[in-house]
């Protein structure tokens, strides 16, 4: 049973950071794509960030140069660097499995994923 459990959400200001991270349990790291999804109140999911097993990246527009995705596969941790942070960032991260299609990382289209997990709040306050 795959079970994927994120931590470090918190509350930051404008132009804050925060570091998101995703532990993986009865899943190891193979040649599928994981990444991050994040959804505010009334909003639809919206994929923010992916990454494949040779480490090639994607991100949405909206995030592009302030995210950084990275995996340590030794850990089967996946992580979320976010800087410069603005109060549209707002919502409730979601660490998330590709397991075998690949299209999230191609996409970014969540319905894709496979598994994710309970998800982490992030607030960010002008």
């Known amino acids: 049973q795959v079970q994927l459990v994120e931590s470090g959400g918190g509350s930051v200001q404008a132009g804050g950071s925060l570091r998101l991270s995703c532990a993986a349990y009865?899943?190891?790291?193979?040649?599928?794509?994981m990444g991050w999804f994040r959804q505010a109140p009334g909003k639809e999911r919206e994929g923010v960030a992916a990454?494949?097993?040779?480490?090639?990246?994607n991100y949405a527009g909206s995030v592009k140069g302030r995210f950084t995705i990275s995996q340590d596969i030794a850990k089967n941790t996946l992580y979320l660097q976010m800087n410069s942070l603005k109060p549209e960032d707002t919502a409730m991260y979601y660490c998330?499995?590709?397991w075998g299609s690949g299209g999230y990382c191609n996409t970014l289209d969540s319905s894709t994923l496979s598994y994710w997990g309970q998800g982490t709040q992030v607030t960010v306050s002008s």
């Open positions: 998330a499995l590709d």
């Open positions: 009865g899943y190891t790291y193979s040649s599928d794509c």
């Open positions: 990454i494949d097993s040779d480490g090639s990246t």
